[in-house]
């Protein structure tokens, strides 16, 4: 019998939550969406800078903040830009963002939303805060390891 493969392609990533934050456990969640939204995610119209994750007491974890613009072509039936998501994760995942952020003080932040295979699929972080002078140090390092980069590329 023939493998199959499934095709990972990034709508969105976000770029800034990897600058802003120390990333401490990875999870991938699955997302509730209406069908307008998932056209517009795969036009990629739609921002992740801005959003964050949000545990309930009932045990459910939402994605607030993010913006997904109206489909064109959904005319009435497009939903609010704006509005909460909920995001699909297994109770064992669930126990663990909880507790992170409980204890530990970490905050649970959406780095990318991809599709893998024909599911829309956000994944999402346990992260810590970087302060002003670890920001500095990790443009530092970047800077340097594009110039030995482009030193290897010439030389």
């Known amino acids: 019998m023939a493998e199959t493969k499934t095709v990972i392609r990034d709508l969105l990533v976000n770029r800034r939550a990897l600058h802003e934050f120390f990333v401490e456990d990875r999870f991938e969640a699955g997302i509730v969406l209406l069908g307008p939204e998932v056209k517009s995610l795969r036009q990629g119209l739609a921002n992740l800078q801005e959003a964050w994750i949000r545990l ?42 909880h507790k992170g952020t409980a204890e530990k003080g970490l905050t649970i932040i959406p780095l990318r939303i991809y599709l893998k295979g024909r599911y829309v699929k956000v994944e999402i972080a346990l992260a810590k805060g970087k302060k002003l002078h670890d920001k500095r140090a990790t443009i530092k390092d970047r800077d340097a390891r594009k110039e030995m980069a482009a030193g290897r590329r010439t030389g």
Do not use: F, V
Request: proline share 10%.
């Open 56 to 97: 309930d007491r009932e045990g459910s974890a939402w994605l607030e903040g993010c913006h997904i613009s109206p489909y064109r072509d959904a005319n009435r039936y497009n939903p609010e830009p704006t509005r909460s998501r909920q995001l699909l994760l297994r109770a064992p995942e669930l126990a663990k963002l």
